[in-house]
Each structure stands twice: as structure tokens, then as C-alpha cells.
């Protein structure tokens, strides 16, 4: 076990993106408004800030958020636990970024870092502490874990290997599997998580709705996350169309008054 002035074993960065309405999450709109989309963003954000905490207490872990754009560290301040560091990582490049994000936790002496998605509120915290053990066992290797949509929510290594960045296609279903060509044209081991999801449209949307409203579990073997602060989230969305809803039935009633009540 790592003393009080050595750092944890293990970072995990949040790739995090600072909420603003028509800049964030922008594909959950529609359903949602833009301003309800932002408001995602900062809930799962938390959430998963949270997760990692958790995790924290299980394994020799250390949480960041990899933040931009610049110039956002006091809205990240304002919404994240303050025993979650921050890193200003923002470059047009979103592989370049992942990079920087692993080089910033190598720099301040962890053993391994990793990259961690901010779309997946209900990711269970046993997978981050697996992947902080798991990089703790002797070699090298890797971590991944998919994503639904053919990408992955975390990454996570023991040394530098640029080559898992390079020739892929960012923000396709393409990047965990050319991820993991990369990885095998480097000879690297690699421990697969398991496939979970990210929030970012209106099928994963409903998905997340079902499991934190309804108890609907994404995996039928492995507890989710609770996502306090996106089911809080969501319950405020569900009032709010309701009483929308109700206020538009009244207003039409008012001005088409049934033949009943006007006999």
C-alpha cells in the first residue's frame, strides 16, 4: 500500500466536457431541449465522478477530470468533489487529447493511467477498481472496456504506447476494434471489461431512463451504478413534460369546450 505523500497507483482521467446548452450532448436533443441536454451532461458528469470515487475505496486509485475547454476549471469546481483533480486537456484532436490526459497522470507518478469516458452514469465502480488491479499485476498490458456503440468507455495502460491513437476513426463504431489491432500489432495483452453503454441518443436515453427510474438492468448479472444525480435529473424531466402536458390539455379544453359542458 502506497503511503499519504505517494501517489495512488493508478489514475483514471474523466474526459470531461463543460456543460453548455447547443455545445454539449447536443444528440439527446431532440427528445430532449437543449437546456436538458446540457443538464445531462453535468449530471452524468458527476455521477461518474462519483463512480470513481467509489472505486477509489477499493483500489489504489487516484480520479481526474481531463478537462475542457479552457478556461471551464471553475465550472468543474463548481460540480465535481474536490478530492477529483484537475487537468486542462483540450485539443482539436480527440486522440491527441487521450494522450495528453496519460502522459499529465504519468507525470504526477502513477504506475498506470487510464482514460474514462463521462456519458456512462450507471457504469458499475467494480470495473474501474478491476482495471486499477489488473494494472497492478506484473507486464505490460492493457485495459479496455466497449461500449454498445463500438467504442469504449475506458482505456487504460502502464506506459506510453501512441500507436493505440494513431489511424483511428474517432466518433465511429470503428474504435475499439482498431484499438485493438493497434494493440496487436504492439504484442500487447489486453483485458477486456465488459460491454456496457454510453448516453449520447435517444435509444441510450430511454436505455438509462429504464434502468435508474424503473430498475432495469442494463446487465442481468451485474449491478449499475445508482446514478443519484441522473435519476434526480430525470424524475425533474418527467415532471416538468407532465405538467407541460397538462397545461396544453387545459389550455385546449379552454378553448374547445366539450359538448358536454357546453349543453
Given at each position: 500500500m502506497?503511503g499519504?505523500?505517494?501517489?495512488?497507483?493508478?489514475?483514471i482521467?474523466?474526459m470531461?466536457k463543460?456543460?453548455?446548452?447547443?455545445?454539449?450532448?447536443?444528440?439527446?436533443?431532440?427528445?430532449?431541449?437543449?437546456d436538458?441536454?446540457?443538464?445531462?451532461?453535468?449530471a452524468?458528469?458527476?455521477?461518474?465522478?462519483?463512480?470513481?470515487?467509489r472505486?477509489?475505496t477499493?483500489?489504489?486509485?487516484a480520479?481526474?477530470?481531463?478537462f475542457?475547454?479552457?478556461g471551464?476549471?471553475e465550472?468543474f469546481?463548481?460540480?465535481?468533489?474536490?478530492?477529483?483533480?484537475?487537468?486542462?486537456?483540450?485539443?482539436?484532436d480527440?486522440?491527441?487529447?487521450?494522450?495528453?490526459a496519460?502522459?499529465?497522470?504519468?507525470?504526477?507518478?502513477?504506475?498506470?493511467?487510464?482514460?474514462?469516458?463521462?456519458?456512462?452514469?450507471?457504469?458499475?465502480?467494480?470495473?474501474l477498481?478491476e482495471?486499477?488491479?489488473?494494472?497492478?499485476?506484473?507486464g505490460?498490458?492493457?485495459?479496455?472496456?466497449?461500449?454498445t456503440d463500438?467504442?469504449?468507455?475506458?482505456?487504460?495502460c502502464?506506459?506510453?504506447?501512441t500507436?493505440?491513437?494513431?489511424?483511428?476513426?474517432?466518433?465511429?463504431?470503428?474504435?475499439?476494434?482498431?484499438?485493438?489491432?493497434?494493440?496487436?500489432?504492439l504484442?500487447?495483452?489486453?483485458?477486456?471489461?465488459?460491454?456496457w453503454?454510453?448516453?449520447?441518443?435517444?435509444?441510450?436515453?430511454?436505455?438509462a431512463r429504464?434502468e435508474?427510474l424503473?430498475?432495469?438492468?442494463f446487465h442481468?448479472?451485474?449491478?449499475?451504478?445508482?446514478?443519484?444525480?441522473?435519476?434526480?435529473?430525470f424524475?425533474?424531466?418527467?415532471?416538468d413534460?407532465?405538467e407541460?402536458?397538462s397545461?396544453?390539455?387545459?389550455?385546449?379544453?379552454?378553448?374547445?369546450p366539450?359538448a358536454?359542458?357546453s349543453?
Amino acid at each position: 500500500m502506497h503511503g499519504e505523500d505517494q501517489p495512488s497507483l493508478c489514475g483514471i482521467a474523466i474526459m470531461a466536457k463543460a456543460s453548455r446548452a447547443g455545445l454539449t450532448k447536443t444528440r439527446l436533443s431532440p427528445p430532449l431541449s437543449l437546456d436538458d441536454a446540457a443538464l445531462c451532461n453535468t449530471a452524468f458528469l458527476t455521477d461518474v465522478a462519483a463512480n470513481l470515487l467509489r472505486a477509489g475505496t477499493e483500489a489504489s486509485i487516484a480520479g481526474y477530470a481531463a478537462f475542457g475547454p479552457a478556461g471551464a476549471e471553475e465550472f468543474f469546481r463548481t460540480h465535481l468533489p474536490p478530492a477529483i483533480g484537475l487537468m486542462e486537456i483540450w485539443y482539436p484532436d480527440f486522440g491527441l487529447c487521450l494522450m495528453k490526459a496519460l502522459e499529465a497522470q504519468f507525470a504526477r507518478g502513477h504506475e498506470a493511467a487510464c482514460v474514462l469516458n463521462s456519458d456512462s452514469p450507471t457504469l458499475p465502480s467494480a470495473f474501474l477498481a478491476e482495471t486499477a488491479r489488473v494494472l497492478a499485476a506484473p507486464g505490460d498490458r492493457i485495459v479496455l472496456g466497449p461500449s454498445t456503440d463500438g467504442g469504449y468507455y475506458i482505456l487504460g495502460c502502464k506506459r506510453m504506447h501512441t500507436r493505440l491513437f494513431e489511424d483511428i476513426a474517432w466518433s465511429t463504431d470503428a474504435v475499439a476494434r482498431q484499438t485493438l489491432e493497434r494493440a496487436a500489432e504492439l504484442g500487447l495483452a489486453v483485458h477486456m471489461l465488459p460491454v456496457w453503454y454510453d448516453v449520447d441518443d435517444a435509444a441510450s436515453l430511454r436505455m438509462a431512463r429504464r434502468e435508474v427510474l424503473e430498475g432495469v438492468r442494463f446487465h442481468p448479472r451485474i449491478a449499475s451504478s445508482p446514478a443519484t444525480h441522473t435519476a434526480e435529473l430525470f424524475r425533474r424531466l418527467l415532471i416538468d413534460e407532465a405538467e407541460s402536458a397538462s397545461a396544453v390539455t387545459a389550455s385546449l379544453n379552454d378553448a374547445h369546450p366539450s359538448a358536454l359542458t357546453s349543453r
